[in-house]
């Protein structure tokens, strides 16, 4: 069972950055495609971005494409989002997790092993 960990949330400003980490435990990490999504306040969880488990394929949201990139670093069973030019519309709870076996998608229902997520707010 996989487990994880996000970390790397906080406070900046509009046009700001941050990079958030998701530690994985678990013998197996390597294999999985993993995925970031985004819940704020009174809204549906979000698909943000996507990485295939050899880091060779993303995917992203057209919310934060150009802005955001995803990473992995199968060695130390973390997944990264680096997150620039920061918007007050960003504001979320950040989570990462990993995909079912066999779900394609970039739906949540598509995912598992949540984490318990990390604040991002971006003020204007």
């Known amino acids: 069972q996989v487990q994880l960990v996000e970390s790397g949330g906080g406070l900046v400003q509009a046009g700001g950055s941050l990079r958030l980490s998701c530690a994985a435990s678990g013998r197996t990490f390597s294999i999985y495609d993993m995925g970031w999504f985004r819940q704020a306040p009174g809204k549906e969880r979000e698909f943000v971005a996507a990485?295939?488990?050899?880091?060779?394929?993303?995917y992203y949201a057209d919310s934060v494409k150009g802005r955001f990139t995803i990473s992995r670093d199968n060695a130390k069973n973390t997944v990264y989002l680096q997150m620039n030019s920061l918007k007050p519309e960003d504001t979320a709870v950040y989570y990462c997790a990993k995909r079912r076996a066999g779900r394609v998608g970039f739906y949540p229902d598509s995912y598992e092993n949540w984490g318990q997520g990390t604040q991002v707010t971006v003020s204007s």
């Open positions: 990485i295939s488990w050899i880091g060779g394929s993303t």
